[in-house]
């Protein structure tokens, strides 16, 4: 019998899955993929850097965040009742595992299977004559002069170290120059030198042998100290808080007040730290006293305390037969050979499905405007663009061409505040006209309208999206972008720039559903239509795609929905709160995490609607902060030819597939799914680069 809505309290904390656990699995997702054999070796690698700076991004925010919550005693449980402690014991240990595993996946199955391809990391003890003496003079010339080693003693206090560098904690026996015995040193590892050295040809056994910079400091870390005896030196590294803090509502300029933030950021408080394994208890217990953090903070590794250095391997190593094949994103075909980019928008609506078709479109959408003199405007909202954005350098030159430029600027992107910093600067030297939105909301939606004079009239063009304006990440994440020039889109992005610009009372949109206003309601609203659909006998269904959810109300409309009958797909990539298939709450949800070759980004949601589906693109998860915290848009596919493209691409293959598919189980846990007997497999990513892109 279907248990009514009011029959389970869904508010239920077992009903609900830890965010940050959520978080380490999605990590261990990754780094499984680390382990896979048909993915290229060298991209094995890649990924298992990847999950080494998942996790330092983890630590310098989330678990910073709970270390705060604590010190300033706020126990206030979230959804799954766990409060500020009883999390961080139990990221601990679920960190310590992956931790671990990190350095199983490379020590034991990485580093044998790039020596089978000659790929070799040297070790000193591994060193023969000639390498050694190569390396004695490498260290002579390029390492010993920039290295400062510090004595620890009552006139040389322990050092300040910088977040995430790479350090040596030194013990020592005997007397200085000075009569001084210290007993210990810390050496830090210069930031201007690689951290992974390429042996010369001559006196390697290929193209690509490499030692690392710790192993050549270890190896001549006497040299700094003449006279007296090392008797052990250890890498260390510590993570620190890098969330920064401004109070937006007590300042004047928050360009100013974040770039006097900014170099805080690399001497926050510390939140863990990282030595190598055989470092002795008592040198690892001195450490955590002088970062005042405790004994579970501590991470002792096999290797490299910095797995994430491993990327420059991917670079400098020259085999594409170890990497995946190069593909060509294709443009779509209403633009092949197409001249006037506005032209063609009036025709119709143009979908771009990246990586595997082009972000070039967006870039000639924008140049074409900057010398168009019909064009009267340029808006835009930057998130993230990259160094050297081809984008920022067509607004600089529209603006210089006289166009009115209006460029909404989010400083607080995270990790990318100086650089947004520069970009601010440098678009209003050209004359464009620069904010940073709205006070405590990080605008996160992503939007560009051009204003045309067309035959006397005024029409609107407009590119939405669900990624950023990055060039880079267009070709390495999975994103969804609208080229279109529909009357009511283009007046409502015409509102929604007012509204950021400007001040006044919020305008209702046509189309588009917005945070933090509409969109949270219009999402909950279309949840409980399914329902009553279901209830009517009409039949229920949604299909959501999106990288986090973790919103306690949407959750509830969700189990309602389901114990309503209504069937459910959620294709979530990694934080989901959710619990599925518990018995009489969410039997009818199903939620599956898809990895692969790209990153998993665009956020789409589907619901049926009796027969009149309505789909939606947005910059914005199911999570709290993008709800009403953050400027973001939703927008309808209102195409019918575009909107049964968007529900087979971006939905189906994902539903369908069985090769790159993580299934959440009800206890929080992940079963990798694989072909059944018979069955052909499917991968969402290779069906799309089939269908979609050049080669």
């Given at each position: 019998m279907m248990q009514t809505m009011t029959d389970t309290d869904l508010s239920n904390p077992e009903y609900y899955l830890n965010r940050e656990l959520s978080l380490l699995a999605f990590n261990q997702r990754v780094l499984e993929l680390a382990k896979q054999e048909d993915i290229p070796l060298l991209e094995r690698l890649r990924f298992l850097c990847i999950s080494s700076t998942n996790l330092d991004e983890f630590f310098e925010i989330r678990v910073a965040g709970l270390k705060q919550q604590l010190a300033l005693g706020v126990n206030t449980p979230g959804p799954d009742g766990l409060s500020a402690a009883e999390q961080l014991a139990r990221i601990s240990q679920s960190a310590h595992d992956l931790v671990d595993d990190q350095y199983r996946t490379f020590n034991e199955i990485l580093v044998p299977a790039l020596a089978r391809q000659d790929i070799r990391f040297v070790r000193r003890t591994q060193w023969n004559r000639e390498q050694a003496a190569w390396v004695k003079d490498f260290c002579s010339r390029e390492l010993l002069p920039v290295l400062s080693p510090l004595g620890l003693d009552p006139a040389h206090p322990f050092p300040r170290i910088l977040n995430k560098s790479l350090n040596f904690i030194v013990t020592l026996e005997g007397k200085d120059a000075f009569g001084r015995e210290s007993r210990m040193a810390v050496v830090q590892a210069p930031r201007s030198l690689p951290r992974l050295v390429r042996l010369p040809r001559e006196i390697a056994q290929g193209d690509n042998d490499f030692v690392f910079l710790s192993s050549i400091l270890h190896a001549h870390v006497g040299e700094l100290f003449q006279g007296m005896k090392v008797t052990g030196c250890y890498q260390f590294r510590l993570t620190r808080n890098s969330d920064l803090f401004v109070h937006e509502e007590e300042i004047d300029d928050l360009l100013m007040a974040l770039e006097g933030e900014l170099p805080q950021r690399n001497y926050g408080e510390a939140v863990r730290l990282e030595v190598a394994d055989n470092c002795p208890a008592k040198v690892a217990d001195f450490l955590l006293r002088q970062f005042k953090l405790q004994p579970e903070d501590l991470y002792q590794v096999n290797g490299l305390v910095n797995l994430n250095r491993l990327m420059a391997v991917h670079e400098m190593v020259d085999r594409s037969d170890l990497k995946h094949p190069p593909f060509v994103a294709a443009l779509p075909p209403s633009l092949t050979g197409a001249s006037d980019i506005f032209h063609t928008i009036r025709r119709g609506d143009i979908l771009l499905h990246?990586?595997?078709?082009?972000?070039?479109?967006?870039?000639?959408?924008?140049?074409?405007?900057?010398?168009?003199?019909?064009?009267?405007?340029?808006?835009?909202?930057?998130?993230?663009?990259?160094?050297?954005?081809?984008?920022?350098?067509?607004?600089?030159q529209a603006a210089q061409a006289g166009k009115e430029v209006t460029v909404i600027i989010e400083l607080r992107a995270r990790f990318d505040e100086e650089a947004n910093i520069q970009l601010a600067n440098r678009l209003q030297d050209a004359g464009a006209h620069v904010t940073y939105g709205v006070v405590g909301y990080k605008t996160h939606a992503?939007?560009?309208?051009?204003?045309?004079?067309e035959k006397g009239q005024i029409r609107r063009y407009v590119h939405l999206g669900t990624g950023n304006y990055h060039a880079g990440t267009a070709r390495a994440y999975t994103d969804l972008g609208l080229l279109t020039a529909d009357r009511g889109v283009g007046e409502d992005v015409h509102k929604i720039f007012q509204q950021l610009t400007g001040l006044g009372k919020v305008s209702k949109l046509r189309k588009l559903l917005q945070s933090p206003f509409t969109l949270h309601s219009g999402m909950m609203e279309r949840i409980e239509r399914e329902i009553e659909h279901a209830q009517a006998g009409r039949g229920g269904r949604i299909i959501a795609r999106m990288n986090s959810l973790i919103e306690p109300r949407?959750?509830?409309?969700?189990?309602?929905?389901?114990?309503?009958?209504?069937?459910?797909?959620?294709v979530v990539r990694g934080i989901c709160s959710l619990r599925p298939g518990v018995p009489g709450v969410s039997e009818n949800i199903h939620v599956r995490?898809?990895?692969?070759?790209?990153?998993?980004?665009?956020?789409?949601?589907?619901?049926?609607?009796?027969?009149?589906?309505?789909?939606?693109?947005?910059?914005?998860?199911?999570?709290?902060r993008n709800f009403f915290r953050r400027v973001e848009t939703a927008?309808?596919?209102?195409?019918?030819?575009?909107?049964?493209?968007?529900?087979?691409?971006?939905?189906?293959?994902?539903?369908?597939?069985?090769?790159?598919?993580w299934v959440l189980q009800p206890d929080g846990s992940y079963r990798r799914i694989q072909p059944q007997e018979g069955e052909p497999p499917r991968s969402a990513q290779a069906r799309l680069l089939e269908k979609l892109s050049a080669s």
């Open positions: 990246h990586p595997y078709q082009s972000f070039l479109p967006v870039l000639e959408f924008l140049r074409q405007a900057a010398r168009d003199p019909d064009v009267l405007a340029i808006k835009q909202t930057l998130y993230r663009t990259g160094e050297r954005s081809q984008l920022v350098e067509t607004l600089i992503k939007l560009l309208m051009v204003v045309r004079r949407i959750i509830q409309a969700l189990y309602r929905a389901s114990q309503a009958g209504v069937r459910i797909d959620l995490s898809v990895m692969g070759r790209f990153l998993e980004h665009s956020r789409v949601f589907y619901f049926h609607n009796a027969g009149s589906p309505e789909v939606f693109l947005s910059s914005a998860d199911w999570m709290p927008f309808p596919m209102d195409n019918p030819e575009l909107q049964q493209r968007v529900i087979e691409e971006s939905l189906c293959y994902y539903v369908e597939d069985n090769t790159q598919t």
